[in-house]
């Protein structure tokens, strides 16, 4: 299973978000791989992966491979099979057992313009495909814009997790998203599936943010029960360079990713998926 946690808007709790549910992933059993398609490098950082400091690239150099996912992409420029490489080349550890990375590059900036106009779009796919068969569950996060890096996750993936951070602005770019999404599956991945939109940093105490959940609920976007808290924890959590569950364990924010967690697993074995309203090509009014 496949989830690209995605939202053109930044700072809503994407890279957030990906750790935490990818770590409650693997704590719980399940072989987890988590890519970090992001330049800035926030998912690797935050499982402790400081970033290379080889910033060069030129795509008529040999330069030195950083171990990250722009070596993947590097490789895919010179026509290679994905079968003649290791998945270590790209795949590493983290401190936790069960959950891997795919660290960001520096590199990917300068990489973009290249891999575009080459079309190489569905290698990242091709990839997942093929490294991918050794993991349970793969998370990808993306940067806060739709290029060539988020497009090649959405269409990587089998569903997509929507951060919602209940700002009103948030709720503008909420229908060009799904615009995006659409067009997506309809262009290149007809299976992926829009699983949920996540409601990050509600305060039940304030009248505003509920009363527009009560609106998205009304109006058929499909919510998930559980939302996230917001709490100091998160910030403190970051700079540690530690997950919640094993960083709070027993505090609220954890214990709501846990129960999101749970939530998205349940309706992935229910598969309740059924493409009408806001997951169906028709249009919302
Ligand atoms: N539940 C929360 N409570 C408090 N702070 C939070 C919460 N979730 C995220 N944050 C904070 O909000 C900021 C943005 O979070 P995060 O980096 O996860 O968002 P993002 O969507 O990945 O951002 P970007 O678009 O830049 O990649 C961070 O400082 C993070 O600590
Ligand atoms: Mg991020």
Redesign the pocket.
Known sequence: MRRV?F?Q???????????NLAAISAARGFRTLIVDL?V?G??SYYLGNEQPLNLQYADDRDDAPDGTIADLFKQTMKCFKFGSQKSTDFIHETAYEDLFLMPSSPALNLMERDLESRYKIYKLREALEHFGEDFDRVYI????CFNFYSRSALIAADSVLI?F?CDSFSLQSLYSLRNNILEIREDHNPDLEIEGIVV???NSQARLPSEMLKDLKHEGLPLFETT????????E??QRQVPLIYFAGSHK?TQ?YLDLFDEIEATQRMGSFTRQGWDSNAPIH
């Open positions: 946690v939202n808007k930044g700072g809503v709790g994407k890279t957030s978000i990906a750790v992001d800035q926030n998912t996060d993306t940067p806060p951060p951070d990050n940093q509600f996230l808290p917001s709490s100091v924890k998160m910030k959590s970051h924010l709501s």
